[in-house]
Every structure is written in C-alpha cells, then in structure tokens.
C-alpha cells in the first residue's frame, strides 16, 4: 500500500473536503457540507474529522461524531486515484477504534441506495441494513441506513441504532 499518513483535520482544510464532499458523495445534489459545515465539525468536540495524506494532498477524509451510545458516520470520500488501497478500510478502522475507545459501541451510516461499491465496502466491514428510506436524499434518492456494532464486530441489532445528535 503506498504511504498515507492519517491526521485530524485542519480548518485549512475544510474547503478541499467540502469539494471532495459535492464530487464524489452529493453528485446531483444540492451541497449540503460546504467548507463551513465541516469546519464546525473540526472544532466540535464530540466530531472527529479525519483525513489520509499522500504526498500529493488529501487523499481521502472521514467524519464522524460521537454521543453517548453510538456514533454517526456523516462522510467518507476517497479520491478516486486513491481507491481500492486500503484507505477507506484505514480511516474507518481509526474511526471505529476511537468509537470503542470512548465507549461508544455502535456506529450508524446512511448511503445512497444506487452506490453500490459502498454497499460492499460496509458491508465487507461487518455493518449490516437496517431499513431503506425513500426519499432520504433531498427528495430524490432513497438512503440505506447501515450500523455495526464495534465490540462484536457485526452489525448492530435494528433498534439499537438511533441517532439523535
């Protein structure tokens, strides 16, 4: 695998990751992370906003935000230059180890049902689906909604999983 380097974000680069955001996650959406959205998640406390380095810029980002008893995986892009070498699978791995760090077992997600290669992907990681919800994305496509729980490396039992930020 080449060398990526995984680090917190920095506010510098918030307006990188809302462009990888709107090119790769919201194609034939209205944007919905701008460089503002992530910027408070870089300084929230209870976000984490990771990103995978090479030399030639991000490569990839992640983030994610803790409560209590589960997690929310808002955003995962890799540029497509960097797919399929294991940095996806890195900064989910680091992202889940700090979930179980701060207690926090069960990890939620929602997906674009036509996005396939991340139906795979999650599921290959151990989550599993919960329900389909039409309409999820401004109206437009329907949402997969997936969770995992950490401890046991499965997905979460339906039910467990309900995120109230």
Known sequence: MDHYSLQPARIADAARLAA???????AGLR??????RITWHVRHPDS???????AGGVAGFGIMRYADNVA???LLAVEPAHRRRGVARRLMNW??????TAGTFII??????????????YSALGYLELERLPGYYQGVEPAIVMSRDVRTGR??????WQWAP
């Open 20 to 26: 990888m955001s709107q090119e790769f996650v919201e």
């Open 31 to 36: 944007p919905a992370w701008s460089a503002a």
């Open 48 to 54: 984490v906003v990771l990103t995978a380095k090479a």
């Open 72 to 74: 929310h995986l808002n």
């Open 95 to 100: 992202l889940e180890e700090t979930a179980l």
């Open 108 to 121: 939620g997600l929602e997906l674009r049902a036509t996005n396939e290669a991340a139906y795979a992907f």
């Open 155 to 160: 997905g979460a039992i339906p039910g467990i």
